[in-house]
């Protein structure tokens, strides 16, 4: 096994059909790795499939995650078509902005249960898989999908996003300490801005003013993202648990 392959692995990520999951299902499939996507539309599963399919074996199982239900139907899914899992993505997630005084009781328990408490539920039921396919020496990996806004004070006001996220990241930390015994890593990406529909409408007001802001001056690309969950998950990361790596040109350490 090379460095950074990962020929022969089988990998879960929710949310893949779209923005920073689709990017890094890619590079997770270009890697040698057979992808699991999911996502809450059947349709955009279907395009996400045929987009990706040109880079290696992918297969899409729509489910809605902000309900532990689903959480369990996706991994029992799984279940029935693989006997291991060796990489889980947490990457689906939700956002909302809106002023503190009129910032609604909807939008803590729409974005804490997709952003916090689903990642919990997934980790929680693909363990049997994990724990089958992690090894002392090639450990099971879970990525959680952070954000540089759990990491600094954001400029805009999504006040459950940014908590959700923070909350993300020390849930991140709590796990790697429990399942490290067992044989599964698990490490948190922080995302800067992408190019994604989440943050479509903040780059096309502020895009230009938030690459300049950045000490690499520009928003981040596929392969960033791609590179990262590839190193995460392969060889080159395998001594690596409780993590939680800002991929964003340095604005949330730096700025």
Not at 133 to 140: K, L, Q, S, V, Y
Request: aromatic share 6%.
């Amino acid at each position: 096994m090379t460095l950074f392959g990962l020929a022969g692995k089988t990998a879960v990520v929710t949310g893949g059909t779209r923005g920073i999951g689709l990017m890094m299902a890619r590079g997770l499939l270009e890697a040698g790795a057979r992808v699991y996507i999911s996502s809450r539309k059947a349709d955009a599963c279907t395009a996400a499939v045929q987009e990706l399919t040109r880079y290696g074996t992918v297969e899409a199982i729509p489910a809605d995650l902000s309900t532990e239900a689903e959480c369990l139907r996706l991994a029992n899914e799984v279940s029935e078509r693989e006997q291991t899992l060796n990489i889980l993505v947490n990457n689906a997630g939700a956002t909302w902005g809106a002023p503190l005084e009129d910032f609604p009781a909807a939008a803590w328990d729409k974005v804490v249960d997709l952003n916090l408490k689903a990642p919990f539920f997934l980790t929680r039921a693909f363990l049997p898989l994990l724990e089958a396919g992690g090894t002392h020496d090639d450990p099971a990996r879970v990525i959680n999908v952070g954000s540089i806004d759990g990491l600094h004070v954001p400029s805009l006001p999504t006040y459950s996003y940014s908590a959700s996220k923070a909350g993300l990241h020390h849930l991140t930390r709590v796990l790697a300490r429990e399942l490290g015994p067992r044989q599964i890593t698990v490490n948190a990406v922080a995302p800067g801005p992408f190019e994604s529909k989440m943050m479509a409408a903040t780059l096309e007001a502020f895009g230009a003013e938030i690459a300049s802001g950045a000490p690499l001056r520009r928003i981040g690309r596929p392969d960033d993202m791609a590179g990262v969950v590839v190193y995460l998950s392969s060889r080159a990361g395998a001594y690596v648990t409780g993590a939680v790596i800002p991929v964003d040109g340095g604005l949330a350490t730096t700025v």
